[in-house]
């Protein structure tokens, strides 16, 4: 049997867009966040409240400061089976 894949490609034009790292931006849509690269390829999706860097580790936060995962400054993501607290008193816990 033969499978047709498909790649589908979610672009950040018109987006506004932050450099956080070399090749790394992070975008903007109304109240909402993502990453997306030099290319304009969505990395995280745009459903963020924030997206909090500490060194080169940015926080995927939403719902008052959750914690769903987190992005490296080289563009590899990490979403947790487990949502986390996060207290920006202590960013590195």
Same mark, same amino acid.
């Given at each position: 049997?033969?499978?047709?894949?498909?790649?589908?490609?979610?672009?950040?034009?018109?987006?506004?867009?932050?450099?956080?790292?070399?090749? @790394?931006?992070?975008?903007?849509? /109304?109240?909402? =966040? %993502?990453?997306?690269?030099?290319?304009?390829?969505? !990395?995280?999706?745009? *459903?963020?409240?924030?997206?909090?860097?500490?060194?080169?580790?940015? @926080?995927?936060?939403?719902?008052? /400061?959750?914690? =769903? %995962?987190?992005?490296?400054?080289?563009?590899?993501? !990490?979403?947790?089976? *487990?949502?986390?607290?996060?207290?920006?008193?202590?960013?590195?816990?």
């Amino acid at each position: 049997m033969l499978l047709n894949l498909c790649q589908i490609h979610v672009f950040c034009q018109g987006l506004h867009k932050t450099l956080v790292a070399p090749n @790394l931006y992070k975008v903007q849509s /109304g109240n909402y =966040y %993502g990453i997306c690269d030099e290319n304009e390829n969505i !990395l995280v999706s745009v *459903e963020y409240s924030d997206i909090i860097f500490v060194g080169d580790i940015g @926080l995927l936060t939403k719902n008052n /400061g959750r914690v =769903y %995962g987190y992005v490296k400054t080289d563009g590899k993501v !990490l979403y947790f089976s *487990e949502e986390y607290d996060f207290n920006p008193k202590f960013p590195y816990y």
